[in-house]
């Protein structure tokens, strides 16, 4: 079998983190895959295909927003357009072209989702959704007429697919409700490369810990986006400010970039938190483990609200892979994730006491750290992609 892959996003985003391994597992069963992606900040230079463990990787066009370094910009209306007929007319021609058995859309947004449809009409191929997040709700719209867009083609393309992976109960329950037959779904959360997560090496762990200026302190690790929108990493700062009280020694270790970045520089600053914090910024995928294995404890700071609920956070399931106990919010399926508490502490979601209550709880008792490290171990097994694409090879032999 062969199947191509169409994402709207950079495989060095989020996005890309869950679309690649999704494809190398299908590869590591036989099957073939191409995926088709969009750039996150294209050039002349760029290198447009490459072969990354089997997968063959096309950058066929610019993505709607432009990633250089750890900040995000925004296209105007005009350019906006221009860039997204450009990439979705490139896409579309790319999957009528290759010989496949099917299109697989990762997220079902307007270019993906209208070269999937085209490309899917053309060549006579079917149509599989991957119902990755709720982008409606999660995402920064410059303007109504785009929010609408995403609202629509989030309605309606998983009832046009043959079938639909969902990465959430919420979004499987979102997909019956907007039409789509519950045989056609299976449910596949946030997962891990087994290869890419095998635990880092001390070594590399304690060159970090020296690098950062951590040696001797109690380190409270987030691995993640920083955007506002769909990330409370706001709320994390209210906590470890908290927390700071009665743990002096406790430092923040912040990785990622995003539109937020210096706002939330700021904001440490406007908390007295500067000589406590660690902006890393954006650093590439095989370095994450290493970062999360120097952490104490790792946190995933929500509120109770539909992005919530939406999300399988990847930054969970990769904590768990190298070990490290997380303190998450009690909302959507990070009960499941965390294995009814066994491999993390569940809190009240938005409250920032209870984070900061939470963190202390595995900071401050080294044998509820120890437990909770092996709980994470063992619940690591679930969310490899070698045994979460069984679902997905059932979904593609039984959907018509």
């Known amino acids: 079998m062969k199947a191509v892959f169409l994402t709207a996003t950079s495989l060095e985003s989020p996005a890309g983190l869950r679309y690649l391994p999704f494809a190398k597992?299908?590869?590591?069963?036989?099957?073939?895959?191409?995926?088709?992606?969009?750039?996150?900040?294209?050039?002349?230079?760029?290198v447009r295909?490459?072969?990354?463990?089997g997968v063959q990787v096309r950058y066929v066009g610019q993505m709607h927003v432009r990633k250089v370094g750890n900040?995000?910009?925004?296209?105007?209306?005009?350019?906006?357009?221009?860039?997204?007929?450009?990439?979705?007319?490139?896409?579309?021609?790319?999957?009528?072209?290759?010989?496949?058995?099917?299109?697989?859309?990762?997220?079902?947004?307007?270019?993906?989702?209208?070269?999937?449809?085209?490309?899917?009409?053309l060549s006579n191929r079917r149509l599989f959704v991957d119902c990755d997040d709720y982008e409606a709700e999660s995402n920064r719209f410059a303007n109504a007429w785009l929010r609408r867009a995403v609202v629509l083609f989030e309605d309606k393309l998983p009832r046009l697919a043959a079938g639909v992976t969902v990465n959430t109960h919420f979004m499987q329950q979102r997909c019956v409700q907007c039409g789509?037959?519950?045989?056609?779904?299976?449910?596949?959360?946030?997962?891990?490369?087994?290869?890419?997560?095998?635990?880092?090496?001390?070594?590399?762990?304690?060159?970090?810990?020296?690098?950062?200026?951590?040696?001797g302190c109690q380190v409270v690790g987030y691995m993640g986006s920083m955007s506002l929108t769909g990330h409370a990493v706001d709320l994390l700062l209210c906590a470890f400010s908290q927390l700071r009280v009665d743990?002096?020694?406790?430092?923040?270790?912040?990785v990622g970039g995003g539109e937020d970045y210096d706002r939330l520089r700021a904001h440490v600053e406007s908390l007295g938190l500067a000589q406590a914090t660690r902006f890393v910024g954006w650093v590439p995928a095989g370095e994450i483990p290493a970062y999360l294995a120097l952490a104490d404890v790792t946190t995933d700071p929500v509120l109770d609200?539909?992005?919530?609920?939406?999300?399988?956070?990847?930054k969970i399931v990769e904590s768990l892979a190298v070990g490290t106990p997380v303190v998450t919010g009690d909302v959507g399926d990070r009960r499941e994730l965390l294995a009814e508490g066994r491999a993390g502490v569940l809190v009240a979601p938005g409250d920032p006491q209870a984070l900061a209550d939470g963190l202390a709880r595995v900071l401050d008792q080294p044998d509820l750290r120890h437990c909770l490290a092996q709980g994470a171990l063992v619940q690591r097994e679930r969310y490899y992609w070698d045994v979460l694409i069984d679902q997905v090879v059932n979904l593609y032999a039984t959907a018509r």
């Open 25 to 46: 597992a299908l590869v590591r069963r036989g099957h073939e895959c191409v995926l088709l992606a969009l750039h996150h900040d294209l050039k002349p230079d760029t």
């Open 49 to 53: 295909q490459v072969t990354l463990d």
């Open 71 to 121: 900040r995000k910009y925004y296209f105007s209306t005009t350019s906006l357009l221009r860039v997204a007929l450009a990439s979705t007319w490139r896409m579309a021609v790319q999957a009528a072209r290759i010989e496949c058995y099917l299109l697989h859309l990762g997220k079902p947004q307007p270019i993906n989702g209208l070269a999937g449809l085209i490309g899917g009409r």
């Open 180 to 215: 789509v037959e519950p045989a056609r779904i299976a449910y596949v959360p946030a997962g891990i490369d087994r290869e890419r997560f095998a635990l880092p090496e001390p070594a590399q762990v304690e060159r970090l810990r020296r690098r950062w200026e951590l040696e």
């Open 247 to 254: 743990h002096p020694k406790a430092k923040l270790l912040l």
């Open 305 to 314: 609200n539909l992005v919530a609920r939406a999300r399988s956070p990847l």
